[in-house]
T-cell receptor, first 113, second 111 residues
Framework: DQQVKQNSPSLSVQEGRISILNCDYT??????FLWYKKYPAEGPTFLIS?????DKNEDGRFTVFLNKSAKHLSLHIVPSQPGDSAVYFC????????????FGSGTQLTVLP | ETGVTQTPRHLVMGMTNKKSLKCEQH?????MYWYKQSAKKPLELMFV???????ENNSVPSRFSPECPNSSHLFLHLHTLQPEDSALYLC??????????FGEGSRLTVL
């Protein structure tokens, strides 16, 4: 039973538009959430994170929103660029666990020029 | 030189072979991890090694055995694997309560 779900395996957007990637979780004991980006033939790289005490965190073109009541987080990329085309993984960390992350299955984002 | 280096990048082995995956981190981190990524599935944590603890995912078969001789090196020993073990194996490292830094992965194919 997946505790972190990314229900959209793929997403295509036009360059310059907004990309919205979604992630749902079931465990209310998650207290820290992260997004990783993965290019083909490379390992995942950290993109942005958010603590459960916040509802928004912004870093340049990337913003993560957290809705705790809905157990939902989203990653907004605006404006989207072709170089953003990658697989995006959502991950969550259990409260009190310094080491263990639970990942979603990823969303393939394709930004069309 | 990347922060987390994995070798080999690609490995093809038969079910009766014994092989090892190697990971080395140059970031001064105090924890190392093995993750498994199968197609269309979430990254699955296999093992964690740190100064404080060793964590094993109980669902990982015993045909996978980790070895962590020091804080910079991590191995995954493979023996009598099955075709369903074919996947991308990712090594990562971190400091306590910090983000994971991943290697580029070792693509394993079991024939």
């Amino acid at each position: 039973d997946q505790q972190v779900k990314q229900n959209s395996p793929s997403l295509s957007v036009q360059e310059g538009r907004i990309s919205i990637l979604n992630c749902d979780y079931t465990n209310s004991m998650f207290d820290y959430f992260l997004w990783y980006k993965k290019y083909p033939a490379e390992g995942p790289t950290f993109l942005i994170s958010i603590s459960s005490i916040k509802d928004k965190n912004e870093d340049g073109r990337f913003t993560v929103f957290l809705n705790k009541s809905a157990k939902h987080l989203s990653l907004h990329i605006v404006p989207s660029q072709p170089g953003d085309s990658a697989v995006y993984f959502c991950a969550a960390r259990l409260q009190g666990s310094a080491r263990q992350l639970t990942f979603g299955s990823g969303t393939q984002l394709t930004v069309l020029p | 030189e990347t922060g987390v280096t994995q070798t080999p990048r690609h490995l093809v082995m038969g079910m009766t072979n014994k092989k090892s995956l190697k990971c080395e981190q140059h970031l001064g981190h105090n924890a190392m991890y093995w993750y498994k990524q199968s197609a269309k599935k979430p990254l699955e944590l296999m093992f964690v090694y740190s100064l404080e603890e060793r964590v094993e995912n109980n669902s990982v078969p015993s045909r996978f055995s980790p070895e962590c001789p020091n804080s910079s090196h991590l191995f995954l020993h493979l023996h009598t694997l099955q075709p369903e073990d074919s996947a991308l194996y990712l090594c990562a490292s971190s400091q306590l309560n910090s983000v994971l830094f991943f290697g580029e992965g070792s693509r394993l194919t079991v024939l």
